[in-house]
């Protein structure tokens, strides 16, 4: 008997799903709240001294409670909406939580304009007050970047039109998604497959049936890029004029500032990549050599090298996480154990799920839920440490104020991928085979391909894609072309064919919250090399210092950040040197285990 259902409790949080009555209460207080929090924000006096920040830590405390139940809403749609693509109701909560969303960030406008009103001696004054002492970082973060907004009443205008506009595309596209599907036959049976599901596909050792999936999975995407360029230009389009009436000229200013990181920190990074991607080109050529092939195709990168596939049950997997956490931090492993129990995470493989994976939190009810599809395969283990890293960073977070719980995308995706790596590299040293430790560690390899070549082709076309939107629409034949110039690039040319439709089967150029949704995730991955290895390097007290180092995601820049705790600096190239090279002994030793293999 199974120990741990495949299936997440969302009940739990608000009883009847999409049409709960718990949620619509919920709902009614939120909005009571935000009432409540918008005249007392309009009532505030002009805070001419210092002392004058009673008033200022009154509305501080509402806004605390409604940043969580705003956030409670949206994890609760996303968790629906994910379960379930046909759902309907869902639908139209993601809809009601784009609406609320506006309303807040219109209270939060007002707010800022506030802070603008103070003298700067003042304004100096006021954060030193033990009342706004503890989020001060954030507070004088909000002023600085109301400064380069528009008024007040502009701001609020575009959040409103926001709606129905900017974050209406990023729904359109996903009912669009939705609604696709391929047929592929499976021992002996036509089987209708999502896209998510489809895409899992191309993991399989039949290279005939990768190549058939992934000439269907092509096909659909052109047949509807037509309007998958429409949302995409669109989206990007509202995205522009706002930067052009605030006068921001580089397309990066916003995601740079959400993710506290400098453009030069950003460039470093791209740049130490670039320079040291020979030893994964060699990767590349290896994986094609072993499978017979002159050159890798698209739908081979993550082919498996052997036929064999080994399929591990979710609860052995949920137990070899457990251990291998537990050698690191007992407080993850233990917070990990409860998630599993308590049916936090949703991992069942079924149709009508979307595809991807995610953690989402639900700071009110201090409460986390995963979401993925397990199908045994050594990827599904590592993206179940990967969203357990998440979530235990959240836990972490829990007793910290509202303000400085919202860390940037990241150093987000810091826990995530350090759980992933203790995983990851347990699981080499414990192969009982080279054939073994061969796959695993082409497993971990696979991965930095996709951060240092797949995210880097993102980066590069959406960053190319900006630039010509500037001047107008861009013809999905153009986006197209973009793409492969992107991939060509990033992956120095090493590839046989390549993926013209990936702009439009891409989720992350889609999404309206976070602009540059890619580099984020490249940054994380090599920050967390460099925690990685401090941790193999400490003996006793890392979990200390681990805890405290997330603590700080959120309410200090990346560089301050990796000042304070590693002591390093991110503008320089010899950290992110440092930490490629760590990821290039994986392909190293894997090079020197397939030698024979090739000859």
């Known amino acids: 008997m199974a120990q741990y259902d495949l299936t997440w409790d969302l009940e739990s949080i608000f009883k009847g799903g999409s049409t709960s009555q718990e949620l619509k209460t919920y709902i009614a207080k939120f909005e009571a709240n935000l009432n409540e929090l918008t005249e007392l924000v309009d009532r505030l006096a002009p805070l001419d001294s210092p002392e004058k920040v009673q008033e200022l830590s009154l509305a501080l405390e509402l806004l ?67 009342s706004l002492e503890p989020v001060a970082f954030v507070l004088n973060e909000k002023r600085t970047q109301a400064k380069e907004k528009l008024p007040i009443e502009q701001e609020i205008l575009i959040n409103d039109l926001s709606v129905n506009g900017y974050a209406a595309w990023n729904q359109m596209y996903a009912s669009l998604v939705g609604k696709m599907s391929i047929e592929h036959t499976e021992d002996g049976q036509v089987k209708k497959l999502s896209m998510g599901q489809a895409a899992n596909r191309l993991s399989t050792p039949d290279r005939a049936a990768r190549k058939e999936v992934s000439g269907k999975i092509s096909a659909a995407w052109q047949e509807d890029a037509d309007l998958f360029a429409e949302t995409l230009n669109n989206l990007a389009g509202f995205r522009l004029q706002t930067y052009k009436h605030r006068g921001w000229g580089n397309v990066l200013k916003e995601p740079l ?41 698209w739908h081979d990168l993550n082919a498996p090298l052997t036929k064999s596939t080994q399929k591990v049950s979710y609860d052995d997997a949920a137990a070899f996480v457990l251990e291998q956490f537990g050698k690191f931090s007992p407080q993850m492993a233990e917070f990990s154990r409860k998630a599993f129990e308590k049916r936090w995470i949703e991992a069942e493989d079924r149709a009508g799920k979307r595809p991807g994976g995610f953690c989402t939190s639900f700071p009110d009810s201090e409460q986390t839920r995963i979401f993925m599809t397990f199908s045994g395969s050594a990827t599904n283990i590592s993206t179940l440490a990967h969203e357990l890293g998440h979530a235990y960073h959240q836990h972490i977070m829990n007793d910290t104020e509202a303000l400085n719980q919202r860390y940037a995308m990241n150093v987000a995706e810091t826990a995530s991928t350090f759980a992933e790596m203790v995983v990851s590299d347990a699981a080499v040293k414990n192969a009982s085979s080279d054939e073994e430790k061969i796959a695993l560690l082409e497993d ?47 992956y120095c040319e090493e590839l046989a064919s390549y993926s013209p439709t990936f702009w439009a089967s891409t989720l992350h150029f889609h999404i309206t919250g976070v602009p540059f949704y890619n580099f984020p995730y490249t940054f ?75 000859k």
């Open 524 to 598: 994380g991955y090599l920050f967390s090399q460099g925690i990685y290895a401090k941790a193999l390097e400490t003996e006793g007290g890392f979990e200390e210092s681990y805890n405290a180092l997330l603590r700080d995601t959120g309410r200090m820049t990346v560089e301050g950040l990796a000042q304070k705790h590693l002591g390093v600096d991110l503008e320089e190239a010899a950290f992110w040197e440092d930490a490629i090279a760590v990821c290039v002994k994986d392909v190293e030793e894997f090079l020197e285990l397939t030698e024979v293999a090739v």
């Open 257 to 297: 500032e959400l993710n506290r990181m400098s453009e030069k920190t950003l460039d470093t990074m791209w740049g130490a990549i670039s320079d040291q991607k020979a030893p994964f080109v060699k990767y590349l050529k290896r994986k094609a050599e072993l499978l017979g092939l002159e050159k890798l195709e």
């Open 64 to 130: 605390d409670s409604t940043t969580k139940q705003l956030r409670e809403i949206g994890a609760f749609a996303s968790c629906l909406t994910a379960q379930d693509i046909t759902d309907h109701e869902a639908k139209i909560l993601s809809g009601k939580r784009s609406e609320l969303g506006a309303a807040f960030a219109s209270v939060m406008a007002k707010l800022d304009e506030k802070f603008l009103q103070v003298d700067d001696a003042v304004w100096k004054g006021m954060l030193e007050q033990p």
């Open 444 to 490: 971990k390899i696979k991965r930095s391909i996709a951060f240092f070549m797949n995210i880097h082709s993102r980066f590069l076309f959406e960053k190319r894609f900006y630039e010509e939107r500037k001047n107008g629409a861009v013809s999905a034949e153009r986006l197209n072309e973009l793409a492969v110039e992107a991939q060509k690039e990033a």
